[in-house]
């Protein structure tokens, strides 16, 4: 029997072909019935890439065998998915035998075969397809190949037939796994053929565990760990331990724990563990804020610090994201919040705090712009009481410049509130007063003349007992008669310094050089010796023999009339006697 257009060729009766069935580019279709290839040798029948025989439920492709050669059995269906599922038979002996293969390409349950009815090592029955698979004449014992599609089937691994309502293993089957398309195989050996169905089985459950994200996490979150297969049973274990709240019936979980997590996948028959899925829960970094205490509008830039470092600042003020630097010049005053976030691990935290930046306190005051250092004490007057004075100079909130010593003296005041200290600092000039010095003054004797008295600087005044210029400094002894006198100097510079010092001035009186001496003498009476009412004076006339002592000798000075001087002196001033 040929079959080679590209259609699908159907048979509508139980058909025998007795010398070669040759299946090209075609579908041959047997629907219920039968088809006998009853040409024993086994390459009587042949089939291009794309021909295959398909069959409803009680169809079949029989074939006659009396060889160990490999039988083909070339089905597949186009109803629902499309697939091709080949079964190839090697008898263990060359006797006679009849095999019939149908492939049935829908769910064995729609057709009372129940998957979920699976014998110890099946664990898991094909539920898209399966094969009808029997002996109808003879006994040899022999090998069935089944082919499927690891990539849109699954990778089998065993072979079981449907027996006493339920399906049995077949034994240990050989799988020769091929990359799709090219189809992989179960193979196992068949000792007892029945008309039941033949299934392809997973004889483990394979439990795998599939993360939906990276299984490094941060503390307060989770990563999905999905069953990546169905199972009857799921049993989701941390460390060797059952997971409390998690039921059996979770097909994920949220891991948000560290550890490592296994699943227990069970169909009620078979189980399987999966591999270890470790989960690391990296702790979120320790953002805490300093606290910087209270920073004052006008102070200096400071660097903020966490619990953590490297992290990033944010917020009013903040003039350094990486160095934290906040400026309270850059913030303005009032409650300013400031943000720290950082990253350890992959994992970030952040914290918020408010900082207090107080007002300075006003710590200007008034004081004098210039002083003498002969002055009086200034007061210094604060806007804001309560603070205090520093600089040379300050006894409380008084400023002496006889203290504080000449040219620019600083002073300073110091106010504190809330936590916020201002300083104001005003220069004070403190010029140098007039260094009076006097020149030499003249002697003064009673009645005698008016002297100007003179000092450095010029350009003051004079006063005092005895002073009749004031301008000139002019002294009449005159005026002031004899004894000591304070004459008064006052003199102002271009500072408006004034100075005034005192010069004493000394009045001497006048001698007393009165004498006495005879009104006449003889010329030849002798030596006279004078008598002075002051002594220390001098003598003079015609006859004085001795000045210092006042001797006067008649003879010398001959007859007549001769005049007779007295001088004498008191601290530099002369008067004068006659007789």
């Not at 998957?115 to 539920?127: E, F, G, I, Y």
């Not at 699943?263 to 899925?277: E, F, K, P, R, Y």
């Not at 600083?410 to 106010?415: E, G, K, M, P, T």
Request: charged share 5%; with cysteine.
């Amino acid at each position: 029997l040929v079959l080679n257009t590209n259609a699908v060729k159907t048979i509508n009766l139980n058909h025998v072909a007795t010398v070669h069935l040759d299946i090209d580019s075609c579908e041959l279709a047997l629907g219920n019935d039968t088809l006998h290839l009853t040409n024993p040798a086994a390459n009587a029948l042949s089939v291009s890439p794309v021909g295959f025989v398909s069959n409803s439920l009680n169809g079949a492709l029989v074939r006659s065998t009396n060889s160990t050669g490999t039988y083909l059995y070339p089905m597949g269906s186009t109803v629902g998915t499309p697939r091709y599922r080949p079964v190839n038979i090697a008898p263990a002996n060359a006797n006679a035998n009849d095999f019939s293969v149908g492939f049935v390409n829908s769910d064995p349950n729609n057709d009372g075969f129940l998957t979920s009815n699976a014998q110890a090592p099946a664990c898991w029955v094909n539920d898209q397809w399966y094969h009808h698979i029997g002996q109808l004449t003879g006994s040899s014992n022999a090998d069935v190949t089944i082919a499927f599609d690891d990539q849109l089937d699954t990778v089998f691994t065993g072979i079981a037939n449907y027996t006493s309502n339920n399906w049995t293993d077949q034994g240990n089957a050989n799988l020769v796994s091929n990359v799709s398309p090219q189809l992989s195989t179960l193979t196992a050996n068949v000792t007892a053929f029945t008309d039941l169905p033949f299934g392809l089985t997973i004889n483990t459950i394979p439990s795998n565990i599939t993360p939906m994200s990276s299984t490094t996490i941060c503390q307060g979150d989770s990563v999905q760990l999905d069953a990546d297969f169905d199972h009857t049973i799921y049993t989701w274990l941390r460390n060797g331990t059952p997971i409390p709240g998690v039921g059996s019936s979770d097909t994920a979980i949220y891991a948000n724990q560290a550890g490592t997590y296994q699943l227990v996948g069970s169909n009620g028959i078979c189980a399987d563990t999966s591999q270890g899925v470790v989960v690391t829960v990296n702790p979120l970094p320790n953002p805490a804020i300093s606290n910087p205490g209270t920073l004052c509008a006008g102070g200096n830039a400071t660097n903020l610090s966490a619990a953590t470092p490297g992290g990033t600042w944010s917020g009013t003020g903040i003039t350094n994201p990486t160095a934290g630097t906040f400026d309270p010049n850059v913030s303005g005053t009032g409650s300013i919040q400031v943000i720290y976030n950082v990253t350890v691990n992959g994992c970030s935290d952040a914290d918020t705090t408010n900082i207090t930046v107080n007002t300075l306190p006003d710590a200007s005051f008034t004081s004098p712009a210039a002083v003498c250092d002969n002055g009086s004490p200034v007061a210094l007057t604060p806007t804001n009481s309560g603070g205090t004075f520093q600089g040379s100079g300050v006894t409380g909130s008084t400023f002496d410049p006889t203290a504080a010593g000449s040219g620019s003296i600083s002073v300073s005041y110091i106010l504190s509130a809330n936590g916020c200290t201002d300083t104001v600092t005003n220069n004070i000039t403190v010029n140098q007063s007039p260094n009076i010095s006097f020149s030499a003054q003249p002697t003064f004797c009673q009645s005698g003349q008016a002297a100007n008295l003179s000092a450095t600087p010029t350009g003051g005044t004079w006063s005092g007992t005895g002073i009749t210029s004031a301008n000139n400094g002019t002294f009449d002894p005159s005026v002031s008669g004899v004894g000591n006198f304070n004459a008064i100097y006052t003199v102002t510079d271009n500072n408006n310094c004034t100075s005034i010092d005192t010069q004493s001035v000394a009045v001497n009186a006048l001698p007393d050089p009165s004498f006495t001496a005879p009104a006449t003498v003889c010329d030849n009476a002798g030596t006279i010796q004078f008598t002075a009412t002051t002594s220390g004076g001098t003598w003079s006339g015609n006859g004085v023999v001795n000045a210092s002592q006042g001797t006067f000798d008649p003879a010398t000075a001959g007859t007549g009339v001769s005049p007779i001087l007295y001088t004498v002196d008191n601290n530099g001033c002369q008067d004068t006697s006659s007789e």
